[in-house]
């Protein structure tokens, strides 16, 4: 694989489920997606090739972009709860982006009434409150 071509939808299933690859293999495509942001690929490379190092980075990679997803998907991979920190990590990188549904529910999952709260009312204060 070259570093820069990405595999396709169908060629990405191949090599996940139906040729046999190894462990490197997995791990550099899974680092090939990681690159380019692509967290959701990235994880089903590193979910199969059991590679938790790579799965711990997408979990910190999540809450920097505020990716309430990709951290629910890497938390699941890594079989482990998520914890109120991360939440709100995920949570406060999300208002500042002006994800705000991101931060409404990570606000919500960690259990931070005060911070959802704040971010319902900066919904209202611009006047797109179809996001509460």
């Known amino acids: 694989m070259r570093r820069d071509i990405l595999p396709d939808y169908q060629k990405k299933q191949r090599l996940l489920y139906a040729e046999q690859r190894s462990e490197r293999e997995l791990i550099d495509h899974g680092e090939g997606f990681l690159k380019e942001d692509k967290l959701s690929d990235a994880i089903e490379f590193y979910q199969k090739a059991q590679y938790r190092a790579g799965l711990e980075a997408i979990k910190e990679k999540a809450k920097q972009m505020g990716d309430v997803m990709a951290l629910m998907q890497a938390g699941k991979a890594l079989s482990q709860p998520l914890s109120e920190e991360d939440w709100r990590l995920t949570g406060d990188r999300a208002r500042e982006l002006k994800k705000y549904s991101?931060?409404?529910?990570?606000?919500?999952k960690g259990g931070n009434d005060d911070l959802l709260q704040e971010v319902r009312e900066i919904i209202k204060a611009e006047g797109n409150d179809r996001d509460t």
């Open 102 to 108: 991101f931060a409404l529910y990570a606000y919500e």
